[in-house]
């Protein structure tokens, strides 16, 4: 647990001591696949950290079409922004593959907030990104065609992977169907077409960047 404290983007850089006092109000819970976290409306009694393992937070509209918001993985917090207005949490929470968490309860975590400007400037940092990632997110739904958000979002994976050459997807293509706003049979035509101008190389979940300038181009 204390690693996974220390090490991620929320809490890095704190003094050992803060560090203990965001230990000792951490719960570990554990969960299968496909279990859900919190729905959609939940009252925010606090907020979660991935320990291991996957976690999509989506919608679904009243059809049922759903449509993912952002897959967390290890070190990622989520859930924090309606803990702090006290607010029911906005969207859905299930994890994609057998998950440990850290939760926050939340009167003991804002008790900790008043006490380290450190831990407040990091939350700062935090949100900043994500309103960042949603803001992106957004623009593509709304602007964008689907094959400049699959060009778009191969290019993200390659940078945040490390990667210039080649990517692994860590959920399925029809997961990132719902991600980018399209459906599987569409992003599959899209993954084909995108072989065929050799742009792409797709083997299973590795895809291979043989033409990054020319998927920038499709941005």
Same mark, same amino acid.
């Given at each position: 647990? #204390?690693?996974?404290?220390? %090490?991620?983007e929320l809490f890095g850089g704190l003094a050992p001591d803060h560090l203990d006092e965001i230990e000792r109000i951490a719960v570990?819970?554990?969960?299968? #696949?496909g279990e859900t976290i919190f729905f959609e409306g939940d009252p925010a009694a606090g907020f979660y950290m991935v320990a291991s393992g996957r976690?999509?937070? *989506?919608? =679904?509209?009243?059809s049922g079409k759903e449509q993912i918001l952002h897959i967390f993985g290890g070190g990622e917090p989520f859930g924090e922004v309606p803990? *702090?207005?006290? +607010? /029911?949490? /906005?969207? %859905? @929470?299930?994890?994609?593959?057998?998950? =440990?968490? &850290?939760?926050? /309860?939340?009167?003991?975590?804002v008790e900790l907030? %008043?006490?380290? !400007?450190?831990?407040?400037?990091n939350m700062l940092?935090?949100?900043?990104? #994500?309103? #960042?990632?949603?803001?992106?997110?957004?623009?593509?739904?709304?602007?964008?065609?689907v094959p400049a958000r699959l060009a778009g979002y191969l290019l993200y994976l390659s940078e945040e992977q490390? %990667? !210039?050459?080649?990517? $692994?997807? +860590?959920?399925?293509?029809?997961? &990132?169907?719902s991600l980018?706003?399209?459906? !599987?049979?569409?992003?599959?035509?899209?993954? @084909?077409?995108?072989? $065929?101008?050799?742009?792409?190389?797709?083997?299973?979940?590795s895809i291979s960047l043989l033409d990054r300038e020319g998927l920038a181009q499709k941005e």
């Open positions: 647990m #204390r690693k996974v404290i220390a %090490n991620s570990s819970k554990d969960y299968g #696949r976690v999509k937070i *989506f919608k =679904t509209s009243v803990v *702090f207005h006290n +607010q /029911p949490f /906005p969207a %859905n @929470a299930t994890t994609l593959e057998k998950t =440990t968490l &850290l939760f926050f /309860p939340r009167k003991d975590f907030v %008043n006490t380290m !400007p450190s831990l407040v400037m940092a935090v949100l900043s990104i #994500r309103l #960042r990632r949603f803001a992106m997110q957004i623009e593509n739904l709304s602007l964008k065609e490390g %990667n !210039p050459e080649q990517v $692994e997807l +860590q959920i399925s293509k029809g997961q &990132l169907a980018l706003g399209t459906i !599987p049979e569409t992003l599959s035509r899209i993954f @084909a077409k995108m072989s $065929e101008e050799g742009l792409i190389s797709v083997e299973g979940k």
